[in-house]
Nanobody, 124 residues
Framework: HVQLVESGGGSVQAGGSLRLSCEVS????????MGWFRQGPGREREGVAQ???????TYGDFAKGRFTNSQENARSSVLLQMNSLRPEDTAMYYC???????????????????WGQGTQVTVS
């Protein structure tokens, strides 16, 4: 069955870095968008970064210049390098897969059908 498994979360001090990984199994999402989302305490789930089947990457405004989204191994791994972390980046981070539309990846979480269990990132 389809599995998306995130790892790499943890606790860091402000200014530090973390590298999140999403391992995909059970399905080849070659034509899908792969997205990273996060949800902080009392906040709605928001898009962090999305990568399309053609490799096009989009970022949330807060992630631009600090986070880097990439993929490896024919999309069986999706990575999120996070630098210059801030306390407001504290959240549960999720990996997700969705079909996209019109050749573009959606930034809203409700467009994504497959989700991992999340990995916690805490910045103090």
């Amino acid at each position: 069955h389809v599995q998306l498994v995130e790892s790499g979360g943890g606790s860091v001090q402000a200014g530090g870095s973390l590298r999140l990984s999403c391992e995909v199994s059970g399905y080849r999402f070659d034509s899908y968008c792969m997205g990273w989302f996060r949800q902080g305490p009392g906040r709605e789930r928001e898009g962090v970064a999305q990568i399309g089947s053609d490799g096009t990457i989009t970022y949330g405004d807060f992630a631009k210049g600090r986070f880097t989204n990439s993929q490896e191994n024919a999309r069986s791994s999706v990575l999120l390098q996070m630098n210059s972390l801030r306390p407001e980046d504290t959240a549960m981070y999720y990996c997700a897969a969705g079909a996209g539309g019109g050749g573009m990846c959606y930034k809203k979480s409700f467009h994504y059908n497959y989700w991992g269990q999340g990995t916690q990132v805490t910045v103090s």
